[in-house]
């Protein structure tokens, strides 16, 4: 099976910084490849797939880009109400496997 | 509004079943493949198992394969997951989730609020 990879697993930043978060998968997944962001206490929300397609209604500052194994999630402006874990996901083929998440944190 | 609503969770004894319910409602329930996917305390989302729109694809993650049976009853709008042999490990928040398009295998537009299941003596 394939495995879903993220980095770091924590950040911590500052308001307005620009933030990256990576995902490898172990095999290519073509742009099969979804981002969820889960803020404590809450259900995950999608906000990318496609790799790089924002979901409706999610803000222009997450954006989404990579193929193949290697992805990122962008967040361009850091926001107080982006604190969250955000996770990766492959959808290629099931198993419909998640990475390990990332914890973003305002310093 | 498209909405899902979990039930069925609880308190179980190891070696114990439990059955989860998710009613949907706002979506045409057969034309969407749905999954359900965990998260145990503290910890990342882990998928459990998918299920197409029709009924008559189904795959489960290795974990639970051979324990777990997914279901759906396109009459109530309603997914199930049958759980048997519950091991302490199992015990998480489980969530369902509705597929983005209409491929059995896809991201996860929609998700329940989940149901919390917790194995213990």
């Known amino acids: 099976d394939i495995q879903m990879t993220q980095s770091p697993s924590s950040l911590s930043a500052s308001v307005g910084d620009r933030v990256t978060i990576t995902c490898r998968a172990s095999?290519?997944?073509?742009?099969?490849l979804a981002w969820y962001q889960q803020k404590p206490g809450k259900v995950p929300k999608l906000l990318i797939y496609?790799?790089?397609t924002l979901q409706s209604g999610v803000p222009s500052r997450f954006s989404g880009s990579g193929s193949g194994t290697d992805f990122t999630l962008t967040i361009s402006n850091l926001q107080p109400e982006d604190v969250a874990s955000y996770y990766c996901?492959?959808?290629?083929?099931?198993?419909?496997?998640f990475g390990g998440g990332t914890k973003v944190e305002i310093k | 509004e498209v909405q899902l609503m979990e039930s069925g969770g609880g308190l179980v004894q190891p070696g114990g079943s439990l059955r989860l319910s998710c009613a949907a409602s706002g979506f045409t329930f057969i034309s969407y493949g749905m999954s359900w996917v965990r998260q145990a305390p503290g910890k990342g989302l882990e998928w459990v198992s998918v299920?197409?729109?029709?009924?008559?694809?189904?795959l489960y993650a290795d974990s639970v394969k051979g324990r777990f049976t997914i279901s759906r009853d396109k009459s109530k709008n309603t997914l199930y997951l049958q759980m048997n042999s519950l091991r302490a490990e199992d015990t998480a928040v489980y969530y369902c989730?509705?597929?983005?398009?209409?491929?059995?295998?896809?991201?996860?537009?929609?998700w329940g609020q989940g149901t919390m299941v917790t194995v213990s003596s």
């Open positions: 989730a509705k597929s983005t398009g209409t491929r059995r295998d896809d991201a996860f537009d929609i």
């Open positions: 299920i197409s729109g029709s009924g008559g694809s189904t």
């Open positions: 095999q290519g997944i073509s742009n099969y």
């Open positions: 996901q492959k959808y290629n083929s099931a198993p419909l496997t």
């Open positions: 496609g790799a790089s």
